[in-house]
């Protein structure tokens, strides 16, 4: 590129948000609070969460807390402070465990 003039914010913004609507895999699109930005509607459709109500919510305050997950807060922290990269983020909980998980019961299924 001959103009190496840096992308607007408000571009990589709405490109990520017409990612995120767009795909057909479960996405979460987070900000550096770890809050919910957007979520893909199959995210909605896995998870059994209201999309729109979702926003702006912690990923650790998702459906019955599957994803408060203590490994998990520790590798997004790191990841944002860049001791870590994303190659070690991994899928999180499984829909199927995600609904079988009783409220209060954390702990990550095998």
């Known amino acids: 590129m001959a103009d190496d ?5 408000i571009v990589t913004d709405s490109l990520a948000l ?5 795909s057909d895999a479960p996405i979460l699109l987070l900000d550096g ?3 919910v930005i957007a979520a893909s509607a199959s ?9 729109a109500s979702a ?3 912690s990923l ?3 459906g019955q807390g599957e994803w408060d997950v203590p490994q998990l807060r520790s590798l ?3 990841t944002l402070s860049g001791a870590a990269g994303s190659r070690g983020l991994r899928d999180g909980p499984s829909p199927a465990r ?3 998980a009783p409220p209060g019961d954390h702990r990550p299924r095998a």
């Open 18 to 22: 017409a990612l995120v609507a767009s």
């Open 55 to 57: 926003e702006g919510t």
């Open 76 to 78: 997004l922290k790191a």
């Open 60 to 62: 650790f305050a998702l």
């Open 33 to 35: 609070a770890l809050l």
């Open 43 to 51: 995210f909605a459709r896995a998870f059994q969460i209201d999309p």
């Open 5 to 9: 003039k840096p992308i607007l914010p």
């Open 98 to 100: 995600a609904r079988a």
